[in-house]
């Protein structure tokens, strides 16, 4: 997954409000059925029942069970961004809070194993046809990375040091959930790599302030 700072796509039409509803009601029945029985349970004929869409119309929204847990992914992270926005973390540094930001994240998807369980398979799975929505999930994390560390204009450095995060994060949820991992050692693995933040913060600003300190012998 690449990292982005954007949480949309611009090139996405905007739904009217009949349509988001339905939307809604897809995610909801996906994200139920996934809770239940992980991925095997989500079937596109019981989500279809569950959200009272057409078959039909459930295809139109999403294209296969893939796209359609993805997109359940994202819903998650969308809510769960709103929610640390809510309560933003209380770390000291930019590592701190970014390592409890998404640890907090990791024990939200600890609470429900089957749904997290779908989410990460199905991203797995995805192939090019779904790119479109595994990329608003990579820019979706990146956001929430970004926030934490408190960047609004993150130098190249420090989204690839994001993208090394994001890589790790995903890695330990997969480990995690096939029983590799323990909950300590996802803590130890995300605390460390989250280390890398701390290297790009104490990089050299560019322009007068360089110059500033330049002149004071700094």
């Known amino acids: 997954m690449t990292a982005e700072a954007k949480e949309s796509d611009p090139a996405t039409p905007a739904l ?20 239940r ?27 296969s069970k893939v796209h359609l847990l993805v997109a359940t992914m994202q819903d998650q992270l969308q809510h769960m961004h709103g929610t640390i926005r809510k309560r933003p973390p209380a770390g000291d ?9 998404l640890m907090r994240a990791f024990r939200a998807m600890q609470r429900e194993p089957h749904l997290a369980d779908a989410m ?19 820019r979706l994390t990146t956001a929430i990375i970004l926030d934490a560390m408190g960047l609004d204009d993150p130098t190249p450095q420090q989204l690839s ?32 790599v989250c280390k890398l933040i701390d290297l790009t913060m104490d990089e050299e ?3 007068p302030v360089k110059a500033g300190k330049a002149r004071r012998g700094l």
């Open 16 to 35: 009217t409000e009949r349509q988001e509803a339905r939307r809604r009601r897809i995610l909801h029945a996906s994200a139920q059925l996934a809770s």
């Open 37 to 63: 029985g992980g991925f095997d349970a989500v079937q596109m004929r019981e989500v279809a029942e569950s959200s009272q869409v057409a078959l039909g119309t459930l295809y139109r929204y999403f294209p």
């Open 93 to 101: 540094t930019a590592a701190d809070r970014v390592a409890e930001t």
């Open 120 to 138: 990460v398979r199905a991203l797995t799975f995805a192939d090019r046809s779904v790119s479109p929505e595994v990329d608003t999930v990579s």
């Open 161 to 192: 040091a994001v993208r090394v995060i994001e890589h790790t994060w995903h890695s330990a949820l997969i480990t995690w959930l096939s029983g590799r991992a323990s909950i300590a050692q996802v803590k130890i693995d995300i605390e460390t």
């Open 205 to 207: 600003p560019a322009g």
